[in-house]
């Protein structure tokens, strides 16, 4: 275990379905982010947040809405999804300056 | 427009060469620049880290380096091993150190 987790690891939603992504960490990062990994695609930064406050946005649908009620969690709601939303969602978390990204082990979501 | 570039998708060298990466980028001026470890199905994992000020990281049989003026990372893994087989990302922070943004990647295979 890398100190963030997520769940769940897989998910298959409908694109009429809402589904919650959840992600947790104990490491006392003050920052947690969201990137999405599609297929033959670099990571793609989602949203940023800092000591629970939104500090990016990065041109995402709203279909996808973040939500981090604490410093330790984060949320990421998902609502009318479409197929090409299938993708790896990693959740990482980071205390900035020197030092690197945890991240988690994400969650494999298929839209059908 | 900005760009990140890694020297290609996939390299394959033999069990005890060195392996060498690179990164390169434009239009950006970070601060830092990381190197990441992905495993398939897997979250990835910091690796290494070096400063704008700095040349060369090293820690065990990893090495990085850092080139502002050919806007360029090398990362360099010496004496491989098969477990050394992964994807290394490359990312470079776009807000001095609060955002990073990932390279493609590259596949590495070391054959035994």
């Known amino acids: 275990e890398t100190g963030v987790t997520q769940t769940p690891r897989h998910l298959v939603m409908g694109m009429t379905n809402k589904k919650s992504l959840k992600c947790e960490q104990h490491l006392g990062h003050n920052a947690m982010y969201w990137y999405k990994q599609s297929a033959k695609k670099p990571l793609e930064l989602m949203f940023v947040?800092?000591?629970?406050?939104?500090?990016e946005n990065n041109s995402v649908p709203s279909r996808f809405s973040p939500e981090c009620p604490n410093s330790s969690h984060l949320f990421l709601h998902l609502h009318t999804l479409q197929p090409e939303d299938s993708a790896l969602y990693l959740c990482a978390s980071g205390r900035g300056g020197d030092y690197g990204y945890t991240f988690g082990s994400g969650t494999r979501l298929t839209v059908v | 427009s900005q760009k990140i570039e890694q020297n290609s998708e996939a390299l394959n060298i033999q069990e005890g060469k060195t392996a060498t990466l690179t990164c390169n980028y434009t239009n950006y001026s970070p601060a830092y620049l990381q190197w990441y470890r992905q495993d398939p199905g897997r979250g990835p994992v910091f690796l290494l880290l070096?400063?704008?000020?700095?040349k060369e990281k090293r820690k065990e049989r990893l090495k990085v380096t850092f080139d502002t003026t050919l806007k360029q990372s090398l990362f360099h893994i010496t004496a491989s091993q098969p477990a050394d087989s992964a994807t290394y990302l490359c990312?470079?922070?776009?807000?001095?150190?609060?955002?990073?943004?990932f390279g493609p990647g590259t596949r590495l295979s070391v054959l035994p």
């Open positions: 990312a470079l922070d776009d807000n001095y150190g609060q955002n990073f943004v």
């Open positions: 947040y800092n000591f629970k406050e939104q500090t």
């Open positions: 070096i400063r704008e000020n700095e």
